[in-house]
């Protein structure tokens, strides 16, 4: 037993037993002990839940009914402490009743001596310890030494009760940290765990005591609170904990920034069980998750549907994989000096078998989102290596080919050895392959990429940096990858005439360009007097429906055949 004093408190006896047992704690010398006394039993719950006391002995001999109710529902609600049972006889029906609800043990007042008492009180404190220790292990993270998913249920599910009886609302806060894998893949998992810590601080120290945080997965935890008042105030807990969990953290010397996205569902509008509650939190997250930065989303109906749409989606797109429903499209890229088709961008589609073609911008979020990317970005490289051959096989063998790349693909550890294997089985010049990137692919793990875009240089691979003027890349960064054009972004051609700020925009970004010896390719080009503005601004190529949408490979070469493109 531990060597402070333990104190005890006697709880619905009368004077007289209180008296006893001090007579009884004097004749044994103990002055391990302090005895504190108790009579109502109505101020039971307050006494044992103050956590003033190490043991409860509790009287069920004099109103062994309320005694019992009392032992039943103290230790329902998660009570650790322990309580011993005070009867009349050895064995009776309260003895029994008492170990059936919980109890620690419990003591026959008959023929009661010290001996027995002391080592009863004891060996229940001592077991209590050991019972703490194991719940510890048990009901607490190891790593952050905060609740558990475990732990969390139990909390989730005395709230539920609580709220439900209260007749109040309570909501449940889903925080996902969207940078953890990439922190885990770049730095290591001794990085990974110093961040779940660090966040799991940070949440500790910004909400109230009563407000129940638990880690319910690697990069996961929960925020209940409970009684809240109106989406309101939960929006402004959201705000707070984005604000706290967006601090810079520091790895290896360089501070980083890791956004979340988090989920709220509000007891009982979206749910009335720890299930119904979670699983709607996640889908407020996961749509959360589809804006940029950090972001906070209330779980409501138009949620769900898009849930089930993504999930949906998920294992149709995994369908289509397997079964081979992708195609390739490729829209032309013209020369804008002879009008000449120079090359073409490979573009994605998706033929599902119901609903006909599926728009990119429809399946592509949801690829990033749950991994199927990668794999879908290998069969693209693959597609467009097999109809370059066919391109040259026609005759066209000048072309060259833009293949998108997104930023999960860049996070792949087997990207580049992956990528090279396809090209070079396939046997194309890899000369005659661009991959295009965006800003933000390139900043989301600036040197993962740098040298995954130094590899695939040496193999005689180009890039171009896609969407220029969208994202926040450095020209200093911009200088030091193998980069060889910029793409201007449609947003900025499709008002080039009609307004005068994105004509001063785009002309500054072609002369930048040129300045850094990289050549420029305008997208979204539609009309005759776009063409006119980018080639009196000398812009070297350009691409839209004025010459042709993403057409098969099979139209694509008939209309190379045909000089279709040749409309300047």
């Known amino acids: 037993m531990?060597?402070?004093?333990?104190?005890?408190?006697?709880?619905?006896?009368?004077?007289?037993?209180?008296?006893?047992f001090e007579a009884m704690l004097s004749s044994i010398q103990h002055n391990s002990f302090q005895l504190l006394w108790c009579e109502q039993l109505d101020n039971g719950r307050a006494e044992i839940a103050s956590g003033n006391y190490d043991v409860v002995l509790l009287d069920c001999q004099h109103q062994p009914d309320a005694a019992l109710t009392l032992l039943q529902e103290t230790l329902e609600q998660g009570c650790l402490l322990p309580i011993i049972a005070l009867t009349a006889e050895v064995d009776n029906t309260a003895s029994q009743q008492a170990l059936q609800y919980g109890a620690a043990d419990y003591l026959s007042l008959d023929n009661l001596d010290g001996y027995v008492f002391q080592r009863c009180i004891g060996y229940a404190i001592d077991k209590s310890q050991?019972?703490?220790?194991?719940?510890?292990?048990?009901?607490?993270?190891?790593?952050?030494?905060?609740?558990?998913?475990?732990?969390?249920?139990?909390?989730?599910?005395?709230?539920?009760?609580?709220?439900?009886?209260?007749?109040?609302?309570?909501?449940?806060?889903?925080?996902?940290?969207?940078?953890?894998?990439?922190?885990n893949e770049s730095y290591g998992s001794e990085a990974g765990d110093?961040?779940?810590?660090?966040?799991?601080?940070?949440?500790?120290?910004?909400?109230?005591?009563?407000?129940?945080?638990?880690?319910v997965g690697g990069d996961e935890f929960t925020l209940v609170l409970e009684d809240c008042h109106g989406n309101d105030d939960v929006a402004l807990v959201a705000k707070k904990v984005i604000d706290v969990l967006s601090a810079p953290f520091t790895v290896a010397g360089q501070p980083l920034i890791v956004s979340c996205s988090i989920g709220v569902a509000i007891y009982p509008d979206a749910g009335e069980s720890v299930d119904d509650l979670l699983k709607r939190a996640n889908m407020a997250m996961l749509e959360a998750k589809t804006q940029r930065g950090s972001q906070y989303n209330f779980y409501n109906e138009e949620t769900n549907a898009d849930a089930m749409h993504r999930l949906n989606l998920e294992s149709d797109l995994r369908r289509a994989l397997r079964k081979n429903e992708f195609e390739m499209y490729y829209q032309p890229r013209v020369a804008i000096g002879t009008g000449a088709t120079v090359g073409m961008e490979a573009l994605i589609r998706w033929r599902h078998p119901t609903r006909g073609l599926v728009s990119p911008k429809e399946f592509i979020p949801v690829a990033e989102e749950c991994g199927l990317i990668v794999p879908i970005g290998y069969w693209v490289i693959q597609q467009a290596c097999e109809d370059m051959r066919s391109f040259d096989e026609s005759g066209h063998d000048s072309l060259d080919i833009a293949i998108n790349l997104s930023f999960k693909q860049l996070q792949d550890n087997m990207f580049v050895d992956t990528a090279t294997r396809i090209i070079e089985q396939s046997g194309v010049d890899a000369s005659r392959l661009?991959?295009?990137?965006?800003?933000?692919?390139?900043?989301?793990?600036?040197?993962q990429t740098y040298e995954g875009m130094m590899a695939l240089s040496k193999l005689g691979i180009t890039f171009s940096l896609d969407d220029f003027g969208t994202g926040f890349s450095s020209f200093a960064h911009i200088q030091r990858?193998?980069?060889?054009?910029?793409?201007?972004?449609?947003?900025?051609?499709r008002n080039v005439v009609k307004n005068n700020d994105d004509g001063i925009i785009v002309k500054a970004m072609?002369?930048?360009?040129?300045?850094?010896?990289?050549?420029?390719?305008?997208?979204?080009?539609?009309?005759?007097d776009q063409v006119q503005f980018l080639w009196q601004n000398h812009c070297d190529q350009v691409q839209g429906f004025y010459f042709s949408p993403a057409v098969s490979a099979a139209d694509f070469n008939l209309m190379i055949d045909q000089g279709a493109t040749a409309a300047i």
Do not use: W
């Open 2 to 20: 531990h060597d402070s004093m333990a104190r005890i408190l006697l709880l619905g006896s009368n004077l007289a037993e209180y008296r006893r």
């Open 130 to 183: 050991v019972d703490k220790k194991i719940n510890q292990l048990n009901l607490y993270d190891p790593l952050t030494g905060i609740p558990n998913r475990m732990l969390f249920r139990q909390t989730m599910e005395r709230a539920i009760e609580l709220a439900k009886t209260q007749q109040i609302s309570l909501a449940l806060l889903l925080i996902n940290l969207d940078g953890f894998k990439k922190v």
């Open 194 to 215: 110093r961040l779940v810590a660090t966040m799991a601080q940070r949440l500790t120290r910004c909400v109230r005591k009563s407000d129940g945080i638990a880690r």
């Open 434 to 447: 661009e991959f295009e990137l965006t800003e933000t692919a390139i900043m989301s793990n600036y040197q």
């Open 481 to 493: 990858l193998p980069i060889s054009a910029l793409k201007v972004d449609r947003s900025f051609v």
């Open 510 to 528: 072609i002369n930048l360009a040129h300045s850094l010896r990289l050549q420029v390719i305008a997208e979204g080009v539609e009309t005759l």
